[in-house]
């Protein structure tokens, strides 16, 4: 079922802080800060992502010239074991909090309940979004950063980013969130953690294509139709899937992915970018700004998410995948 | 879109894995490992006075310091990258199994941390290793028994 915001509440301000490698993605521009310690400085890689989470948010909040105290709520997770760093950021931000997990798609579903608090009124501002950290992530997932694994084609890296926005009440010059559509947890089969993309595309294809539904419209409707981080090969599998479908292939234009494109052509990160920093950084730097500049009127951003992990994949099970979408708009 | 018909379609997305070029790679690499292991085990029969039979545990060393030093570096998961088993399946992949996961886990501690965790990928190794090493010598022993084949 999707949701239509009434009270259209907007992204307000952003903040997008990256890693060292992230210096090297072609959206690496827009970013607020880009580090070249992948620690901040810290002890550990878990502590530097908590820095990293908390940064992040100093910049939304510093761009809106709001403090911490002025804030209602703060949503958001990361990919680590009981999402410790933004639990721990929570703890020094201060800010009434509760984390929340939807792997990759946690940079959209932290908003939508953000706009949710908004729109009953529960809410003046809100932080919402996502982060991870490369060696925390890969650690838990797969394997110590320094073994030697050839890693296949159809791989993809995990970032280093934290991107969090501020959402708040409805104001004219800035990008409006409109409606939103929460996604179903769908398992094709997929059981390759090197392959991610090929799992969580029929993910995206259900969001969007329910959404696209319910809100009557056709994908041309749109500028830009975003998704998270499918990955070269995913972005490949959904249009496929859309192709499938009936819809023809210079229709699918606008239908772009963040993973994909995180990293330019760089053969060195296979198929790509993701994580749930990826999606976060990519929709609250690059996307907002283009809003604001004008470029961009209309946007669906879908952030997808791969439910696994690494004890179900020993067990032998599919990987559940998700996909969560928002509608921004732009006068 | 029904499961078989997406599984198709991703059946003819997905590119198959060079593998020609991943057996190429892996040989020379496993090959160039494999020589520097026969130099240095020529090394310590020319200079220290190690026969051929004995000379194979300081050689193993040697090699794992290598893998040690280049896995410290970050070096060894490039080469990894590149050569897949070639450099996974020599002494040099166990050597950089071990050191990786210790390096991984300094961060929480010498005990719980490193101590716990640096056999954690080469565990397995060390187990089968030791399981197929009984069961071989013990099919020599039944051999030698019968008069087969003598030590």
């Known amino acids: 079922m999707v949701i239509v915001f009434q009270s259209k509440p907007s992204l307000i301000a952003a903040g997008v802080v990256a890693?060292?490698?992230?210096?090297?993605?072609?959206?690496s521009q827009h970013f607020d800060a880009t580090y070249d310690d992948e620690r901040w400085q810290m002890?550990?890689?878990?502590?530097?992502h908590r820095k990293m989470v908390e940064e992040a948010c100093e910049f939304a909040m510093k761009k809106a010239g709001v403090k911490n105290k002025d804030i209602d709520y703060f949503m958001g997770g990361d990919l680590v074991n009981q999402m410790t760093p933004t639990n721990f950021a929570a703890r020094d931000l201060e800010i009434p909090f509760i984390g929340l997990?939807?792997?990759c798609a946690t940079s959209i579903s932290s908003v939508i309940i953000a706009s949710l608090l908004t729109e009953v009124g529960a809410a003046n501002f809100s932080l919402a979004g996502a982060s991870s950290q490369h060696n925390a992530v890969e650690r838990q997932f797969r394997y110590p950063i320094d073994y030697g694994s050839q890693k296949p084609q159809?791989?993809?890296w995990t970032v280093t980013a934290a991107g969090y926005a501020l959402i708040g009440k409805h104001q004219e010059e800035y990008p409006s969130i409109e409606a939103a559509t929460v996604g179903k947890s769908v398992d094709y089969g997929m059981d390759d953690p090197f392959h991610m993309g090929a799992a969580m595309a029929p993910a995206a294809f259900q969001t969007i294509q329910s959404h696209l539904e319910q809100r009557n419209q056709k994908i041309y409707h749109y500028d830009l139709i975003l998704t998270g981080d499918l990955g070269q090969l995913g972005l490949k599998l959904l249009k496929g899937m859309f192709v499938e479908n009936g819809i023809k292939s210079e229709e699918l234009k606008p239908l772009r992915d963040a993973g994909a494109e995180f990293y330019g052509q760089d053969e060195a990160?296979?198929?790509?970018?993701s994580g749930a920093g990826c999606s976060a950084a990519v929709f609250f730097s690059y996307v907002i700004q283009q809003m604001r500049a004008g470029t961009y009127k209309r946007v669906l951003l879908v952030a997808t998410g791969a439910l696994l992990s690494p004890l179900t994949f020993q067990q032998g099970e599919t990987i559940p995948c998700t996909a969560h979408a928002i509608e921004i708009t732009m006068r | 879109m029904e499961k078989e018909q997406y599984q198709q379609l991703e059946q003819n997305v997905t590119p198959k894995p060079p593998y020609f070029k991943n057996v190429a790679k892996a040989f020379i690499v496993g090959g160039l490992i494999c020589t520097i292991g026969q130099a240095v085990s020529l090394f310590y029969i020319i200079f220290f006075n190690f026969t051929e039979a004995t000379a194979g545990n300081p050689t193993v060393a040697t090699m794992v310091f290598f893998a040690m030093i280049l896995t410290g570096f970050g070096l060894y998961k490039k080469i990894g990258q590149f050569a897949g088993a070639g450099s996974a399946v020599p002494v040099t992949g166990f050597g950089n199994a071990v050191i990786s996961a210790a390096i991984e886990h300094r961060s929480e501690g010498l005990v719980l941390g490193v101590g716990g965790n640096i056999f954690k990928l080469a565990g397995s190794v060390v187990l089968f290793g030791v399981v197929s090493a009984f069961f071989v010598a013990l099919i020599k022993y039944i051999l030698v028994t019968i008069g087969v084949v003598s030590w």
Request: positive net charge.
């Open chain 1, 19 to 27: 890693g060292p490698l992230e210096k090297r993605s072609i959206f």
């Open chain 1, 154 to 156: 159809t791989a993809q």
């Open chain 1, 269 to 273: 990160f296979q198929s790509g970018a």
């Open chain 1, 43 to 48: 002890k550990t890689n878990e502590q530097g």
């Open chain 1, 101 to 103: 997990f939807s792997a």
